[in-house]
């Protein structure tokens, strides 16, 4: 639903909805009367915000719990907004048989051009564009429309309300820095920020540079004396703004170099002493993103502190991401201590100093256990995913345990693409090791020689910068791992490398289990398959949401150890990472696998799963061209031979046997089948 007024309709017509605040409806830019009820206003809103049309049982539900005609009071509420909002050349309110939507096309909403301007990212908007919409934020959503005896209402209004805030002060955050900050408007933004989250150490560090700046050195004691006197009320520790102010005052009342080219502003306080809470590192020296994992919500016995699915599920979740070893995770008491003081996911995230929080809430109806999860990244408010989990309720924690790894391992995969996509919007030159890991993934993932050849070297750019980056040097492992397997370079000086890189790895984090995932393929290129499948399996019990480490064991079990092994090792990685850049080889091994169990049509449909997939690489299509032989279907199977040959001239059967290692059962099959292709 796109609420963009277009140009051309007469503005004495064109009708606006305003929800962040006090909700009101404009005609032409007057006010129109409201109906006096407060559940038709209520109403509108979420009708307004649904991307979808909305069941009539859910609206009675939501507004209506109690009456003895809940229809009924639907059907009124619906005639008064027809009211509101139709005119005679144009209907909004649309119900069709049990669905309801508003058409808002041509409306102006203001929660949802706030909405799309966060969710298309705030870094390229122009100043003018932030200031307007900071400006159409007049207080809370729907300010001071609760309900009394609407629980679902309720939920519903207390998580848009977190979420419109949070959008406030991302909006603010980049405001503040478009501004010069000794100006009066940065003043007025920062403050209005401080006002939302008064606990948030990075505004007030550009509170006080700024006061530093503009020698308004009696504010800035002003300030800091407030601020230490309410943090200390909360328990919190403002040791580290305490310091940052005295170095601030210091730098901005020595003398200016005579001859200094203007240096880009900086903060001049110093904000990177950890904070309670294990609050992470900031990010100018960070080794891994961050994140919180806050509290889930859930009905009665199941809610926060009760000890019930909801904890457990959220417990599972950062033990989950802690063993992975890629994210800096905030432990359970913290986050839990946060969620008691009624803190929503985005401001704890923001006291915390984290990248990312991740929130939920989980429901149970008969014989079935839902669950939604969202990730937000913090300092922009954007939503980075969501999904509901819905399954049947047998053993209910045997349910949660497998939703908890589902969730465990999205949020590694999304925070890794996050990451990603950041770090190719900065400059080489300007990355920190974290950032340079994240471009050299990027490349690595594009499975052609020379991007593999650049992930390397953004690789060695992260060990340079920081030589303890245990997932760098698996990751180099891995292009070294490329150069072998693709036969780009020659074989045995590249098994070493990889072979040394991997042993780096494990030596500088052990518990990581990445490095475990790299030495283990190392070892299956070096011929030593046992060894290699103790890695792997090392791999997944330090981490049993290791998506990569369950498709390495099915990609060496496909080869000479146990096919259903194989079949399985493939399905838990595909379960778990849904949207892998690995995918095709997950998808790969499987078909390699079912060849050695016999079944051959199963193996051709797996294949060509395989080669659709991006990335795939010749390999993969050599997998296909045998699997389709052995399935009797030489057409196609002559065709992916073609493909083949467009791509790289000289593969054939010596190529491709020799990136695999198979046994005497698997390559017998795969050797009929390069018989029958003329290989």
């Known amino acids: 639903m796109d609420s963009s007024a277009p140009a051309g309709r007469d503005p004495s017509t064109r009708l606006a909805l305003q929800l ?158 478009r501004l010069p900050p000794e100006s009066e408007e940065a003043q007025a933004v920062l403050a209005a920020w401080l006002q939302i989250s008064p606990f948030d150490r990075h505004a007030h560090t550009r509170m006080l540079d700024a006061l530093a700046g503009r020698g308004a050195f009696r504010d800035g004691e002003e300030h800091l004396a407030a601020t230490v006197r309410s943090f200390e009320s909360e328990g919190l520790d403002p040791g580290s703004l305490v310091d940052g102010w005295r170095r601030a005052r210091e730098l901005a009342a020595a003398p ?58 959220v417990h599972d979740v950062i033990v989950g991401l802690a063993k992975l070893r890629a994210l800096f995770v905030i432990a359970q008491g913290t986050v839990f201590a946060l969620g008691r003081r009624g803190l929503g996911p985005e401001e704890a995230g923001r006291l915390l100093h984290v990248d990312y929080v991740a929130n939920g809430r989980l429901r149970r109806a008969p ?12 300092r922009s408010a954007r939503v980075v995913w969501s999904e509901e989990f819905d399954e049947p309720i047998g053993d209910a924690f045997a349910v949660l ?74 990751a180099l492992s891995f292009t070294h791992f490329q150069d072998a397997f693709q036969q780009w370079t020659e074989r045995a000086p590249a098994v070493r490398l990889a072979l040394d890189s991997a042993g780096r790895s494990i ?55 146990d096919p259903g092994k194989a079949v399985r090792a493939a399905d838990q990685s595909r379960h778990l990472s849904p949207y892998d850049p690995m995918m095709f080889a997950m998808l790969g091994a499987r078909a390699m696998a079912l060849v050695r169990l016999g079944r051959y049509e199963e193996a051709a449909e797996w294949s060509l799963k395989a080669a659709a997939r991006p990335n795939a690489h010749v390999h993969i ?25 467009r791509q790289q001239p000289g593969y054939g059967r010596s190529a491709f046997f020799a990136a695999f290692r198979f046994d005497d059962e698997a390559a017998a099959a795969f050797g009929r089948a390069a018989r029958t292709l003329g290989w």
């Open 20 to 177: 962040l605040g006090t909700v009101a409806v404009l005609r032409g830019g007057r006010p129109q009367t409201l109906p006096a009820s407060r559940k038709v206003r209520a109403l509108l809103a979420y009708l307004a915000l649904s991307p979808a049309a909305s069941r009539r049982e859910h609206l009675c539900e939501l507004l209506w719990p109690v009456p003895n005609d809940p229809r009924g009071e639907l059907r009124g509420s619906l005639s008064r907004l027809r009211t509101l909002l139709d005119s005679t050349d144009t209907t909004r309110l649309l119900a069709e048989g049990d669905a309801v939507r508003l058409e808002l096309q041509d409306v102006d909403v203001d929660a949802r051009a706030v909405e799309r301007a966060v969710q298309g990212g705030l870094r390229h908007a122009p100043t003018e564009q932030l200031r307007q919409l900071v400006a159409r934020i007049r207080g809370d959503f729907l300010e001071g429309l609760e309900i009394d005896h609407c629980p679902q209402f309720s939920a519903w209004l207390v998580a848009q309300r977190r979420r419109f805030r949070a959008a406030h002060l991302a909006l603010l955050e980049a405001l503040a820095d």
């Open 367 to 378: 014989g079935r256990l839902a669950v939604w999860v969202e990730l937000v990244e913090v």
């Open 401 to 474: 345990d497998a939703i908890g790894q589902r969730i465990v391992a999205a949020i590694d995969d999304e925070v890794e693409l996050a990451e990603r996509q950041r770090a190719l919007l900065k400059p080489p030159d300007s990355l920190d090791a974290w950032e340079s890991y994240h471009r050299g993934l990027w490349h690595m993932y594009r499975f052609r020689r020379d991007d593999n050849e650049r992930a390397r070297g953004f690789f060695e750019k992260a060990l340079l910068l920081d030589p303890t980056f245990a997932r760098a040097h698996a």
């Open 507 to 561: 030596s500088t984090d052990d518990r990581d289990p990445a490095a475990h995932w790299a030495m283990g393929r190392a070892l299956w290129l070096h011929g030593e398959a046992e060894p290699s499948l103790e890695e792997l399996e090392s791999a997944v019990r330090l981490s049993p949401n290791f998506a990569l480490g369950h498709y390495s064991l099915a990609f060496v079990h496909s080869q000479s150890g």
């Open 621 to 645: 299509l050599g997998i296909a061209a045998h699997c389709l032989a052995l399935a009797g279907r030489l057409a196609e199977a002559r065709g992916f031979v073609q493909a083949i040959r």
């Open 256 to 313: 200016a170099p005579v001859h200094a080219e203007p240096a880009q502003q900086q903060p001049l306080t110093d904000v990177s002493a950890p904070q309670p809470q294990e609050a992470a590192a900031p990010s100018a020296a960070r080794a891994r993103a961050s994140i919180a994992v806050m509290p889930f919500d859930a009905p009665s016995d199941d809610a926060q502190g009760q000890g019930g699915l909801a904890d457990a599920l």
